[in-house]
């Protein structure tokens, strides 16, 4: 586990309060919206503009209110072995079945192993798989890339959505503040809240085996991080680190929560690190 994506001890974790912020927002979602087919088999849901409250109201210092300018689209899932496969010809995953952890998914069946998550991706992985996608999708409407680190967190809250849903840490059906591994794939060992402690797998899971969020989005937290666009701190020392999201399989509930930032040099690669896409209208297109 790279020590430096782990910013606050997890000892912290546990005096974290349920007022993460006080924000105000604007519409309210009530049904998951009809994800849209996309390319690889992806599926992507649409995000309306809108303004919200990002991070924690704590130790750190307060949220900021951030202003998402555009309309964009995310994936319900974090790209998949399969996907990977298909695209670029070979598979990078440490849990994959000719993997460093094989030993780890020998008992997965070939079919439910392709719906793993790829990981062992450095950023600049990513990004080389968004250009091959963008040159194969050229013309059918859509550009790909990654998240911004506030589209994700605005995707992870829900979208805009009311000040007391932004007071909580993690987002499922319903928002709450208690993590446990029947929620998502992190250490059970170290649940978050009144969270109970349970199964540590050690590795990642299926996409898709966790209850989603109400955009239907899954897999938010935990499983694997997934690589922001954004720089980390663009003007201070740590000026090429990427911004990671969401937490990982190996990590332990605190943090998964919707406000914790994880970062890393965009040549890292390691086996909880992977991706969600996003998408926007292909400019020019028709």
Same mark, same amino acid.
């Given at each position: 586990?790279?020590?430096? #994506?782990?910013?606050?001890?997890?000892?912290?974790?546990?005096?974290?309060?349920?007022?993460?912020?006080?924000?105000?927002?604007?519409?309210?979602?009530?049904?998951?919206?009809?994800?849209?087919?996309?390319?690889? =088999?992806?599926?992507?849901?649409?995000l309306?503009? =809108?303004?919200?409250?990002? =991070?924690?109201?704590?130790?750190? =210092?307060?949220?900021?209110?951030?202003?998402?300018?555009? +309309?964009?689209e995310?994936?319900?899932?974090t790209?998949?072995?399969?996907?990977?496969?298909?695209?670029?010809?070979?598979?990078?995953?440490?849990?994959?079945?000719?993997?460093?952890?094989?030993?780890?998914?020998?008992?997965?069946? +070939?079919?439910?192993?392709?719906?793993?998550?790829?990981?062992?991706?450095?950023?600049?992985?990513?990004?080389?798989?968004i250009?091959?996608?963008?040159?194969?999708?050229?013309?059918? %409407?859509?550009?790909?890339?990654?998240?911004?680190?506030?589209?994700?967190?605005?995707?992870? #809250?829900?979208?805009?959505?009311?000040?007391?849903?932004?007071?909580?840490?993690?987002?499922?059906?319903?928002?709450t503040?208690?993590l446990?591994?029947? +929620?998502?794939?992190?250490?059970?060992?170290?649940?978050?809240?009144?969270g109970?402690?349970?199964?540590?797998?050690?590795?990642?899971?299926?996409?898709?085996?966790?209850?989603?969020?109400?955009?239907?989005?899954?897999?938010?937290?935990?499983?694997?991080?997934?690589?922001?666009?954004?720089?980390?701190?663009?003007? %201070?020392?740590?000026?090429?680190?990427?911004?990671?999201?969401?937490?990982?399989?190996?990590? +332990?509930? %605190?943090?998964?929560?919707?406000?914790?930032? %994880?970062?890393?040099?965009?040549?890292?690669?390691?086996?909880?690190?992977?991706? #969600?896409?996003?998408?926007?209208?292909?400019?020019?297109?028709?």
């Amino acid at each position: 586990m790279s020590s430096r #994506r782990i910013l606050l001890m997890s000892c912290l974790a546990a005096a974290l309060t349920a007022n993460a912020c006080s924000p105000v927002f604007h519409s309210v979602r009530a049904e998951p919206p009809k994800p849209r087919e996309g390319p690889l =088999g992806m599926k992507f849901v649409s995000l309306p503009k =809108g303004t919200f409250y990002m =991070g924690w109201n704590g130790a750190k =210092g307060s949220a900021k209110k951030t202003e998402i300018n555009e +309309d964009f689209e995310i994936a319900i899932y974090t790209v998949t072995q399969g996907q990977w496969q298909e695209l670029m010809g070979n598979n990078p995953s440490y849990f994959s079945r000719d993997g460093v952890g094989k030993d780890k998914v020998k008992d997965i069946k +070939d079919e439910d192993l392709k719906q793993f998550p790829v990981e062992s991706v450095s950023w600049n992985h990513a990004q080389e798989f968004i250009k091959k996608l963008n040159e194969k999708e050229k013309g059918k %409407g859509w550009t790909y890339r990654l998240p911004t680190e506030a589209e994700w967190e605005y995707a992870c #809250r829900g979208g805009a959505t009311s000040e007391e849903e932004c007071s909580y840490h993690f987002y499922f059906e319903k928002p709450t503040n208690d993590l446990s591994s029947k +929620d998502a794939n992190f250490n059970g060992n170290y649940p978050f809240g009144k969270g109970e402690k349970g199964p540590y797998l050690g590795r990642t899971t299926k996409v898709g085996s966790y209850p989603p969020n109400k955009l239907g989005l899954y897999d938010m937290h935990g499983n694997v991080w997934q690589w922001c666009e954004d720089l980390y701190d663009p003007t %201070g020392p740590l000026a090429l680190a990427r911004v990671l999201r969401g937490g990982s399989w190996g990590l +332990d509930g %605190g943090n998964c929560r919707s406000a914790y930032r %994880g970062r890393d040099e965009p040549a890292y690669r390691f086996q909880d690190l992977g991706f #969600r896409l996003a998408a926007v209208p292909e400019v020019g297109a028709k």
